[in-house]
């Protein structure tokens, strides 16, 4: 055809076009009335749920895949190497005991012919055993990560919905609380608590590091409560009689869900970086249990020397976070009925 | 043009070469959506001459609005036109967007439906003529101010000079279409595109627009592409109609042969679902007689009509719903005062019955279905439903009485829940109101279903993948579900197509005849509301004007609003229309010389 408007945008699909050919169905009533046997193969077919949908949609993300894929790959690495909570793992060396280096302590990891070697990922100054280490530091990673990212979840998510809903004096009152927590900067009472909390363990630092993230999601959330609070859906519940608890949590949250998770993921992967920043101030994770970003931290003068100290606890961060925001990504597809095609 | 002496460019054009101006053969788009090319309009030809007014009718999806797009090269990324569009012998469909642009706004203009969004905020009305003047012509600034102000003058906007310096929000609607239409006529084109020109405005501000329009059109000598969806605009404007369908031209006839004859099927089963005013009671108005433009109105017909009001005021059952000098204010902020929506307004429906609730927009209609259904609170006066007074309630006393009352929302894509199977939105009153167990509220839900003619497989859905007409029956399920005494529609029909409407309509008749609730159906279409409605109240600016049976309002209005609405609302009747024309100029140039 000579009359291309525009031949290098032809395969991308435009809302206009979706929502004309949307209308040009617009038939009313089911022109055609399914059959019995129709009715009961759609009734068997539809009859899954919005949760069996999701999964379908979010299978069908290549991302997600991939990123849920990586991270449990992370995860089984990490807890069964060394093993957790008492639990012993298949890795016969502990990360806190010292031995004699080997070979300067170079990674004995080879992929052809694979082997592990003595120490595959090498040993730290002190003649520890790195993979151990960074094993240990995962965990700890992992751990501070999602229970910031939880309660982050939580909490913003509350008062989120909370503000946006009832607007008024609870709105006010609300969100000055959250300017407060915003405008104090997170490294000043990280100063001031976390070398306290952090020494009660890594679940306490972990809640505390949620207490003051949530921030963001509030905001994001009661934006999106503030919009959705107007539509006619939400008044047409309210016409029926439902509860304000009702449509709150039955009406308007399921369809802030994927601004939730996004935020949430990126809060997850901000923890991360977080976690590191504070375990660098030595705020954060302390001896003799280990971060990722404590191990870093710990080498940080090793980079020219012994850079293997660097890139395996660099590599797990980066793993961890591009997996997360994949897996983000991918629900955020799912939940979006809207999106009948996932991207590719 | 350069021969030109004065600024100002002739209003009278030469009479151009008797051929066409527009000449469309074998138009086709197409859309690529994932890698297939989807066909929106095929095989689309027609012509138009100087001075002739052709409109383009279809439901949504018909292909009309792309099929003109493509004619200006504005297609969205993903389409593409074939075909042929000859412009005065110059082909248009694959021409460069270089000579494109030189075309549009010059001798192709264009009018959109919203004139708020067409115009820009931030410059004034008439700096937008203005800019509009100098992209095409070589004017001084000084001469194009002046041609932007002979423009304003040209759309009947009073005191031009003025209001050259207002902004678009210091317009009212019909004004801001008016310098809407200024712009296009900037340049003298050859040819106006109007995109369901009134289809955002009120019937009496349409009316107006139209008759504008009309004018123009006889004095420009140019030509109108009339694209729309309404055959009332169509039988008062056009003199020849296209009628599409899923991209096909279905008919082509001049106006008044279409309508007196149709030949096709689509056609008639277009035209048979227009609701035609005044078709139930026999005519509208009909104590209006104009002569020689002079305005007679037959007081004594209405005489018979005030003794019959009173017999209906004084039957003695409990009123379903009754309103005592009702105000409603929404809360002014910081210094602003308070706005008053609705200020005492009385009215009463018994059970059974069906009011039609008419104004236009921003006459409080919606505030007013809001507050019978305890979503607002009013301010003044009492709201009683089946006896019970509810104006003090709280949420928590008003609970039990919500299964008596329910309310259909305007725009079924918003008022159901995206994210709720439309089994989980039809059976959510029944829940909160009965706690049936599972069992049981399939079997209602499903019931419910069929009862609004919808497959019960329908329930596993989700809202978007239904069209309109289904989600506003799922909207009427849902309102049913607890056999209310009282339905409030507010406007239930208007976001939906002809056809669909009739549909939907009488489902809705059927379901009341049915079962006998009674209804507050609030519309700004009278023909609907006549074909439903035993009895009309009409609201203007928040005060209530008139109320009646509905033979009363519609053949013998009292007041010189409701005539003045009657007489905008367009027939879809090309002769009808056009004698009508006469008494709405009268009732019109009445009103605003109030």
């Not at chain 2, 000859?86 to 004139?115: D, S, Y």
Request: aromatic share 6%; charged share 20%.
């Amino acid at each position: 055809m000579s009359n291309h408007q525009n031949p290098r945008d032809d395969s991308r699909p435009s809302v206009e076009l979706s929502e004309m050919t949307l209308q040009s169905q617009d038939t009313d009533i089911a022109t055609a009335a399914p059959t019995r046997a129709q009715t009961d193969r759609i009734r068997t077919t539809e009859a899954k749920s919005q949760g069996r949908l999701i999964r379908e949609r979010f299978f069908r993300h290549k991302g997600a895949l991939a990123g849920i894929a990586l991270l449990a790959l992370i995860f089984l690495l990490a807890f069964s190497s060394i093993g957790f909570a008492g639990i012993p793992g298949w890795w016969n060396k502990d990360y806190d005991v010292l031995a004699a280096r080997f070979n300067e302590g170079r990674p004995t990891l080879t992929l052809w012919p694979f082997s592990l070697g003595e120490h595959p990922f090498g040993q730290d100054v002190l003649g520890r055993d790195y993979f151990a280490l960074t094993m240990r530091g995962t965990q700890t990673s992992l751990i501070i990560a999602f229970i910031v990212g939880l309660v982050a979840m939580v909490i913003g998510t509350t008062v989120g919905a909370l503000a946006g809903y009832f607007r008024g004096w609870t709105e006010a009152f609300l969100m000055r609380i959250t300017d407060v927590v915003i405008t104090i900067p997170t490294v000043v009472i990280a100063a001031a608590v976390a070398g306290i909390v952090a020494k009660a363990g890594i679940i306490p630092f972990a809640v505390f590091l949620g207490i003051v993230t949530w921030t963001g999601l509030a905001r994001l959330v009661r934006g999106e409560f503030l919009s959705l609070r107007e539509k006619e859906f939400v008044e047409s519940a309210k016409s029926v009689g439902a509860s304000s608890f009702r449509i709150i949590f039955r009406h308007i949250l399921p369809n802030t869900v994927g601004v939730i998770i996004v935020s949430t993921t990126l809060a997850i992967s901000g923890a991360i970086l977080l976690e590191t920043a504070l375990s660098y101030l030595g705020l954060g994770v302390v001896s003799p249990d280990t971060s990722l970003g404590k191990a870093i931290n710990d080498n940080r003068s090793a980079l020219t020397v012994r850079p293997w100290l660097f890139l395996w606890p660099g590599a797990f961060i980066i793993g961890i976070a591009l997996a997360v925001n994949f897996i983000g990504d991918g629900l955020r597809d799912a939940f979006d009925p809207k999106q009948t095609r996932v991207k590719q | 043009m350069a021969a030109h002496s004065s600024v100002i460019m002739t209003d009278e054009q030469a009479p151009v070469e008797s051929g066409p101006i527009l000449a469309v053969k074998g138009l086709g788009v197409d859309f690529n959506v994932d890698n297939e090319w989807v066909m929106a309009a095929e095989d689309v030809s027609y012509e138009i001459h100087p001075g002739q007014i052709l409109a383009i009718v279809g439901e949504s999806g018909s292909g009309k609005s792309m099929s003109s797009m493509a004619l200006l090269g504005l297609l969205p990324r993903n389409g593409r036109s074939h075909g042929s569009a000859k412009m005065l012998g110059k082909e248009l469909i694959g021409a460069p967007q270089g000579t494109l642009r030189r075309v549009r706004g010059n001798e192709i203009a264009m009018i959109f439906q919203e004139p708020m969004t067409a115009l820009n905020p931030v410059l004034t009305v008439g700096e937008q003529i203005r800019e509009a003047v100098e992209q095409h012509t070589e004017l001084s600034p000084a001469q194009a101010k002046k041609r932007a102000i002979e423009l304003l003058r040209m759309v009947e906007i009073p005191e031009a000079e003025r209001r050259y310096d207002s902004f678009p929000h210091q317009f009212s609607g019909g004004q801001r279409q008016r310098a809407m239409i200024a712009i296009a006529l900037a340049n003298d084109p050859m040819l106006l595109i109007a995109d369901e020109p009134t289809t955002a405005l009120d019937v009496t501000v349409q009316a107006e627009v139209l008759d504008l329009l009309r004018k123009l059109n006889k004095r420009l000598n140019s030509a109108v592409l009339l694209i729309t969806h309404d055959m009332g605009v169509v039988a008062d404007l056009a003199d020849h109609v296209i009628v599409m369908e899923r991209g096909r031209i279905v008919e082509a006839a001049p106006t008044a042969q279409l309508f007196a004859a149709p030949a096709e099927a689509y056609t008639k089963q277009l035209l048979g679902a227009v609701p035609h005013l005044g078709s139930k009671v026999g005519g509208v108005l009909t104590d209006v007689e104009v002569v020689d433009g002079h305005l007679s109105i037959h007081e004594e017909y209405a005489e018979a009509a005030l003794r019959a009001r009173e017999t209906h005021t004084a039957s003695g059952v409990v009123p379903a719903l009754e309103l005592t000098d009702v105000d409603i204010e929404y809360p002014g902020r910081f210094r602003q005062p308070p706005f008053k929506a609705v200020s005492g307004v009385s009215l009463t429906i018994n059970p059974g019955e069906v009011l039609g609730l008419v104004g236009e927009s921003g006459s409080g209609k919606s505030t007013i279905a809001r507050a019978v259904t305890g979503l607002i609170r009013t301010s003044g006066g009492r709201v009683r439903i089946g006896g019970t007074d509810i104006t003090d309630l709280s949420a928590r006393q008003l609970l039990p009485l919500r299964k008596k009352f329910a309310i259909v929302f305007q725009d079924p894509a918003a008022s159901l829940n995206p994210r709720m199977s439309i089994g989980e939105s039809i059976g959510e009153p029944l829940l909160l109101h009965q706690k049936l167990g599972r069992g049981a509220l399939d079997k209602r839900v499903a019931s419910l279903l069929e009862d609004v003619q919808l497959p019960v497989a329908f329930r596993n859905r989700y809202p978007h993948e239904l069209s309109g007409g289904q989600r506003q029956r799922v909207g009427i399920a849902r309102a049913l579900s607890l056999q209310p005494d009282l339905l409030v529609a507010d406007e239930p029909t208007s976001a939906l197509d002809v056809s669909v409407q009739a549909k939907v309509l009488e489902l809705l008749q059927e379901l009341q005849r049915e079962r006998g609730f009674a209804c507050l159906f609030v519309s700004h279409d009278l023909a609907v509301v006549e074909l439903l409605a035993s009895h009309i109240a009409v609201l203007n600016k928040g005060n209530l004007v008139e109320q009646g049976s509905t033979e009363q309002v519609l053949k013998y209005p009292r007041d010189p609003y409701t005539r003045r609405l009657l007489a905008a609302a367009p027939v879809p009747d090309p002769a009808i229309q056009s004698l009508r024309r006469e008494q709405r100029t009268a009732l019109l140039a009445a009103g605003s010389s109030e």
